[in-house]
């Protein structure tokens, strides 16, 4: 029994590394097509890299618009022209207003360079060698209108090494996002994970607490 693939819009603001790692795993999986890239940055790297791969590209920068809400309001219109299953943020440096996320409520990822809850927000790396983390990491998670804050789904650990640089540890962690942003996409296409209200699910049971992909040394 043939199913239709998960369609899947991706929206970037810069070089597009984990789009990157999108399109090679989607590219031979029968499950999932990236549908289009959308940035808000007429520069963005990631631009190249779909067009490289045969993707669609939109830009639409969020200048001209006089509010986050009309904005966003003009992206949804956008994303919909292209009828996803899922939209992925990867790198998409906006923050959505709760007209934009209740829209895509239970159909948005988002991936984050730190285990969640801690370090919402932006310079992760930097917060965590503050804190003299011994485990650092990267989370993906379903997005609710909580920034950072919705059901986390599965993290990477990487350990945090005594001499390391904020550039070496997120170096670490990107290495991390590129294998468990795809690996959740998958799941989601696979049918494997969805929200039940506010509820995270896994294979049809709650799932109290993300799957932890362990620390490589």
Not at 78 to 86: C, K, R
Not at 116 to 122: C, E, R, T, Y
Not at 179 to 205: C, H, T
């Amino acid at each position: 029994m043939s199913h239709q693939p998960l369609s899947v819009v991706v929206l970037i603001s810069g070089s597009g590394s984990n789009l990157q790692a999108i399109i090679d795993a989607t590219a031979n999986d029968p499950s999932t097509k990236v549908a289009a890239v959308i940035s808000n940055r007429d520069d963005a790297y990631g631009l190249e890299r779909a067009r490289t791969a045969g993707i669609e590209t939109r830009v639409l920068n969020h200048k001209p618009y006089p509010s986050r809400e009309a904005y966003d309001q003009a992206l949804i219109e956008l994303i919909d022209s292209f009828q996803p299953g899922l939209v992925t943020l990867a790198g998409f440096m906006r923050i959505l207003s709760p007209l934009f996320v209740q829209h895509y409520q239970g159909r948005l990822l988002n991936i984050h360079p730190s285990l969640l809850p801690k370090h919402k927000g932006l310079h992760t790396h930097q917060r965590a060698l503050e804190a003299g983390d011994r485990i650092h990491g990267a989370s993906v998670h379903f997005v609710t209108e909580e920034l950072d804050g919705g059901p986390v789904i599965l993290q990477a650990q990487v350990p945090v090494k005594a001499d390391d640089t904020e550039e070496q540890l997120a170096a670490r962690v990107l290495q991390q996002e590129h294998i468990i942003y795809p690996q959740v996409i998958r799941w989601f296409a696979e049918g494997r994970i969805a929200m039940n209200g506010s509820q995270l699910e896994m294979d049809e049971k709650p799932l109290d607490g993300p799957v932890i992909r362990g620390c490589p040394l």
